[in-house]
């Protein structure tokens, strides 16, 4: 699975975003995704999680109830709705693919797109 993720860019606290991740590969409907964030001189964090079917969600508590992640299986794209963002959120966003149907936190994802950039000034 190839993932290719867009979407983020430079805003400011308040503003939202939108990502997205799309993904190759015949297999896409029967993974659950992910996005994960890291912010310069800190480690990867969990951000959101979404099952194949039914869909499920997972997320941060930094991020509940701002961050929304939805999957349009039909486009092989997964997204990150992002609102009222704040200059904590700068960082990194990463998807991911895992190698089942449900998300666990237990295990890590098995494929990772590239990174693209969030910065969200004061």
């Known amino acids: 699975v190839q993932l290719q993720a867009s979407g983020g860019g430079l805003v400011q606290a308040g503003d939202s975003l939108r990502l997205s991740c799309v993904a190759s590969?015949?297999?896409?409907?029967?993974?659950?995704m992910g996005w994960f964030r890291q912010a310069p001189g800190k480690g990867r964090e969990f951000v959101a999680a979404?099952?194949?079917?039914?869909?499920?969600?997972y997320y941060a508590d930094s991020v509940q109830g701002r961050f929304t992640i939805s999957r349009d299986n039909a486009k092989n794209t997964v997204y990150l709705q992002m609102k009222g963002l704040r200059p904590e959120d700068t960082a990194a966003y990463y998807c991911?693919?895992?190698?089942?149907?449900?998300?666990?936190?237990?295990?890590?994802?098995?494929?990772w797109g590239q990174g693209t950039q969030v910065t969200v000034s004061s």
């Open positions: 590969g015949r297999t896409f409907s029967r993974r659950a």
């Open positions: 979404i099952n194949w079917s039914p869909d499920s969600t």
């Open positions: 991911a693919a895992y190698s089942t149907p449900y998300y666990s936190g237990s295990y890590q994802p098995a494929y």
